[in-house]
Nanobody, 124 residues
Framework: QVQLVESGGGLVQAGGSLRLSCAAS????????MGWFRQAPGKEREFAAAIRWSDGVSRYADSVKGRFTISRDNAKNTVYLQMNSLKPEDTAVYYCAAEKGGAVTTMPSRYDYWGQGTQVTVSS
């Protein structure tokens, strides 16, 4: 049974930083891609970043490019999202997701497993 557990969310002032973690278990993830999505109140879930576990190829939404960095630690089966220069519009619930085929895709429907989410709130 695949489990994805996010942590690291919280309240931060604009311009600050947070690092989100996603601990993955229940499967060998070497062939997977891992994504971070976010959903603000009243809005659709949107793509933030993704990484292929095998080779580290990554992809970012334009809205976070240059501010967010996705990485993975193979030994810990954990994916991270380092978020710098945070803005109030980054406020959302952030979700970790796993895609079995290794496709570094922006489409939520392509992802097979999801975590429960962690709240990030950026105050102005």
């Amino acid at each position: 049974q695949v489990q994805l557990v996010e942590s690291g969310g919280g309240l931060v002032q604009a311009g600050g930083s947070l690092r989100l973690s996603c601990a993955a278990s229940g499967r060998t993830f070497s062939s997977y891609a891992m994504g971070w999505f976010r959903q603000a109140p009243g809005k659709e879930r949107e793509f933030a970043a993704a990484i292929r576990w095998s080779d580290g190829v990554s992809r970012y939404a334009d809205s976070v490019k240059g501010r967010f960095t996705i990485s993975r630690d193979n030994a810990k089966n954990t994916v991270y999202l380092q978020m710098n220069s945070l803005k109030p519009e980054d406020t959302a619930v952030y979700y970790c997701a796993a895609e079995k085929g290794g496709a570094v895709t922006t489409m939520p429907s392509r992802y097979d497993y999801w975590g429960q989410g962690t709240q990030v709130t950026v105050s102005s």
